[in-house]
């Protein structure tokens, strides 16, 4: 492929040069850790929609990677720290087309919304979309929120827990109308251990960073006293 070098005062930058054919389309980024159980079906559903699918999976012990290898275009391996926001920025890294669209694989775009998704990359006026995520736990529907899952690829992710998307200029929120949700649903149980998780991490990251007026160590301690990565995958 060929390149182009971009040179400064201080360094020179090399970057692939594509045409927009080869550029223009979404590819579809998950962040994966042990769910040989369910990464079949959830690439599978997502496989004919879009250009690329690149996985980025956390260091699992089970035999997820040997089952998406075959149904992925890139497969990266990165032990998950925490930091969800970071991972999401690794895997973005090697994404080859303009847009991006970040997919949980608990999470299932209704089909009407998938297929309208080449549509919404046609235009120059957003550069971001949310989508409503109706939330079921044990089946049954809990809430209604918006998630920021389809960008241009140069936006990136800040905050260890619950991403927030950052770098795009204007975003369009998708109505909450029929055909146009993402579909999350998960167990009660691991609802819960999601829920330690996350305070747990948030606790681990905010306390490295000496965040002003956040937990002490005692209360850091007390609060997440026996939470580990390896006890996060109940369901």
């Known amino acids: 492929m060929k390149t182009a070098v971009i040179k400064t005062e201080a360094s020179a930058i090399e970057i692939p040069l ?28 997502y496989k004919p929609y879009f250009k690329s699918i690149i996985m980025i999976d956390g260091g699992s012990s089970d035999r997820t990677v040997e089952f998406a290898t075959p149904l992925v275009d890139k497969i990266i391996i990165n032990k998950f720290d925490g930091h969800y926001s970071n991972q999401v920025n690794r895997v973005m890294e090697k994404v080859e ?3 991006t669209m970040i997919i949980d694989y608990d999470e299932r775009l209704e089909k009407p919304m998938l297929e309208k998704l080449p549509s919404l990359i046609e235009q120059e006026s957003f550069d971001c979309y949310a989508f ?6 044990d089946g049954k529907e809990v809430d209604i929120n918006y998630q920021d899952r389809l960008h241009r690829t140069y936006c990136r992710r800040v905050r260890p827990v619950h991403g927030e998307v950052v770098g795009y200029k204007n975003k369009m929120i998708i109505p909450a109308e029929d055909g146009n949700f993402l579909i999350h649903s998960k167990s009660s149980s691991r609802h819960v251990v999601r829920n330690k998780a996350y305070l747990f991490y948030e606790l681990k990251f905010r306390h490295e960073i000496g965040a002003p007026g956040w937990q002490t160590r005692d209360n850091f301690d007390k609060e997440c006293p026996t939470l580990n990565a390896n006890n996060f995958t109940v369901r």
């Open 18 to 45: 594509r045409s927009f054919e080869e550029s223009h389309g979404i590819t579809m980024c998950c962040v994966i850790l042990n769910e040989e159980p369910y990464i079949k079906d959830f690439l599978l559903y």
């Open 97 to 99: 087309t303009d847009w």
């Open 132 to 137: 409503p995520r109706k939330n079921f736990i």
